[in-house]
């Protein structure tokens, strides 16, 4: 069995290098030791990761999308603070020619923008403090209990308030650094003339349609992931999962077991129980068994040779996927049966071995051949079991549905018992409101064992795309936020550009100029400028969301269709 997992602590300074390539030694003389593990490597891992990769991509990946909107929102303040500073050039002017220094004008607009920096911060820790408590509730299996650090465990403390203070100050600065600039460089003169504020406004437009461009460049990033995601899920979930998991509910219950795997049951009416019991309940459709489900990935492996053929050699491995199930099991599952049969009670102990495969199995080991009679022998040397092969069914997603099916052979309960069986049973209604009846049932089956994890298959299966989703429905959110932010942002530049051409529009109208005229002229200023935007944000994405490529599926990161709908988007909400 290669499935154990080896625990050591290093000596003092022996790095993780040095004991990975101490461990491929050991493992090298493993293989020359045992043929059977050649090919079969070692990996060292530090604890605090064992297991966290796609946790950590995921969480890495959004908190970049925090970064961006965060970025977009520092863009925003800057753009108002601007405007706003606009409005009080000459408030600034007169300062000025009082004596007042630039660094002194700098520092109150610095002080007036870490204020509202501090207001919002406030206000966030406020809404994380309600946030965080929803967070398990949201988190999918597999994020809501990390190694090391149960995430129910994390709260606001020193730390988070340490950080949130500082993030505070950082955009408090980051959005007041432009305006306090051009405050401080400002012209005396010329704020104080008459026309001074028509004729002073280019400059500064100019900065602030740059602000918007880049806004709307760094939304376009934050869009195309979420979107990307979005497809991606949506391709994944339709995907045939090889099974009908409607109105079925599953629990599982260990069965006493003298040889722990692969030995005669110790409970030989295990499976007739269930089907007498469970399945003869009102309301119940069909009820079995079987030792793995599909979804959760965790089936055995069985290595086997096909009678006739040459005995595989020392690098070669010939087997698939192993499954102990109790007769009706594809029925109940909704597992098609492609050809021969499935089990039946006659396949016990006293009767020929059999197998049913499916049909990855099939296709891999008698291609273009009818696999059903033939022999096979599982096990290993010395310890090897003749079956013959009753049935072909259809391929299910055992691994996961963005899983490539693989071989997989199942055995009879009775004739190859395993100790922890999970019980499978079909309703006419919601499986939820057959509970109670059905634990009761299986107290009867087992009455010194607990029955546990009940739960719907369908439910079982939305958990499988869970690590998949909860990044999706979050950059969603993210994206969301973005699109509004960055709305609110041509909005204020726009609004305020049409203020700043009250003059020039009021001359342009006496020389004849019609209205649709005048629109166009401020739209095509504005739009100009988004363009741009959307044109960088476009080639930024595509090198941005590379790094999301892990978490996609059957979606490339350049997918031109997200793209276009994306840019066309967040062109019309700024149109």
């Known amino acids: 069995a290669h499935s154990f997992v080896a625990i050591g602590r290093l000596k003092l300074g022996v790095t993780i290098a040095q004991a990975a390539a101490e461990m491929a030694g050991i493992q090298g003389q493993l293989a020359t030791q045992y043929p059977e593990d050649r090919g079969v490597s070692a990996l060292v891992t530090p604890m605090g990761e064992f297991g966290l990769d796609n946790v950590q991509r995921v969480m890495l990946t959004l908190l970049a999308a925090v970064a961006l909107v965060l970025l977009i929102g520092c863009v925003n303040v800057a753009n108002l603070m601007l405007a706003r500073g606009a409005e009080r050039r000459k408030e600034f002017a007169i300062r000025r020619a009082m004596g007042a220094s630039s660094t002194r004008l700098a520092r109150q607009l610095l002080a007036e923008s870490l204020m509202l920096s501090a207001l919002g911060g406030a206000a966030g820790l406020a809404f994380a403090f309600w946030a965080s408590r929803l967070l398990t509730g949201v988190l999918p299996v597999g994020f809501a209990t990390l190694p090391m650090r149960p995430l129910d465990a994390v709260s606001l403390d020193a730390r988070v308030l340490g950080f949130t203070f500082l993030v505070a100050c950082m955009t408090g600065v980051v959005s007041g650094l432009v305006p306090a600039f051009t405050a401080a460089r400002g012209d005396v003169r010329q704020p104080l003339?008459?026309?001074?504020?028509?004729?002073?406004?280019?400059?500064?437009?100019?900065?602030r349609h740059a602000?918007?461009?880049?806004?709307?460049?760094?939304?376009?990033?934050?869009?195309?992931?979420?979107?990307?995601?979005?497809?991606?899920?949506?391709?994944?979930?339709?995907?045939?999962?090889?099974?009908?998991?409607?109105?079925?509910?599953?629990?599982?219950?260990?069965?006493?077991?003298?040889n722990m795997y692969y030995g005669p049951p110790e409970h030989p009416r295990f499976c007739e129980e269930i089907q007498d019991r469970v399945a003869s309940m009102p309301g119940v459709l069909?009820?079995?068994?079987?030792?793995?489900?599909?979804?959760?990935?965790?089936?055995?492996r069985g290595f086997l040779r096909i009678e006739g053929r040459p005995a595989p050699g020392p690098d070669e491995e010939m087997g698939g996927d192993y499954t102990v199930a109790c007769p009706g099991y594809f029925r109940t599952m909704g597992v098609p049966i492609r050809k021969g049969r499935e089990f039946i009670r006659t396949d016990t102990l006293s009767s020929p071995g059999v197998m049913v495969i499916n049909e990855a199995m099939a296709r891999t080991y008698w291609p273009g051949e009818d696999p059903v009679g033939r022999r096979v022998a599982v096990g290993s040397d010395g310890e090897e079991t003749w079956l013959t092969i009753v049935g072909v069914v259809g391929n299910v997603r055992q691994s996961g549905l963005a899983q490539d099916v693989r071989p997989q052979f199942f055995r009879p309960y009775t004739q190859a018992a395993?100790?922890?069986?999970?019980?499978?049973?079909?309703?006419?209604?919601?499986?939820?409101?057959?509970?109670?009846?059905?634990?009761n049932a299986m107290i009867l089956v087992e009455p010194d064992r607990p029955v546990s994890e009940i739960q719907t298959m369908e439910a079982i299966v939305r958990g499988s795309v869970g690590t998949r989703r909860f990044p999706m429905l979050?950059?969603?959110?993210?994206a969301g936020l973005?699109?509004?932010?960055?709305?609110?942002?041509?909005?204020?530049?726009?609004?305020?550009?049409?203020?700043?051409?009250?003059?020039?529009?009021?001359?342009?109208?006496?020389?004849?100029?019609?209205?649709?005229?005048?629109l166009w002229?401020?739209?095509?200023?504005?739009m100009s400028w988004v363009l741009l935007g959307v044109a960088v944000g476009g080639v930024l994405s595509i090198v941005v969301t590379g790094l999301i490529e892990g978490m996609l599926y059957d979606v490339t990161p350049a997918d031109p269709v997200v793209l276009a709908t994306v840019v066309g988007i967040l062109s019309a909400v700024a149109l």
């Open 193 to 207: 003339m008459d026309g001074g504020r028509e004729a002073a406004a280019g400059g500064r437009g100019i900065v």
């Open 211 to 258: 602000l918007v461009a880049s806004e709307v460049g760094l939304a376009l990033v934050v869009l195309v992931a979420a979107g990307l995601l979005i497809k991606s899920m949506n391709r994944l979930i339709a995907v045939d999962p090889g099974f009908d998991p409607k109105n079925i509910l599953t629990a599982e219950v260990s069965v006493p077991q003298v």
């Open 286 to 300: 069909s009820a079995s068994a079987a030792a793995h489900l599909p979804m959760r990935g965790n089936a055995g």
């Open 418 to 439: 395993w100790p922890f069986m999970r019980v499978v049973v079909k309703t006419a209604a919601a499986p939820a409101t057959f509970t109670r009846s059905i634990k």
């Open 474 to 478: 979050i950059l969603a959110a993210l």
């Open 482 to 518: 973005a699109l509004i932010l960055a709305a609110i942002g041509i909005i204020g530049v726009v609004s305020y550009s049409v203020t700043q051409a009250t003059h020039e529009i009021g001359i342009r109208t006496a020389l004849g100029a019609q209205r649709r005229d005048i």
């Open 521 to 526: 002229l401020m739209i095509t200023r504005s």
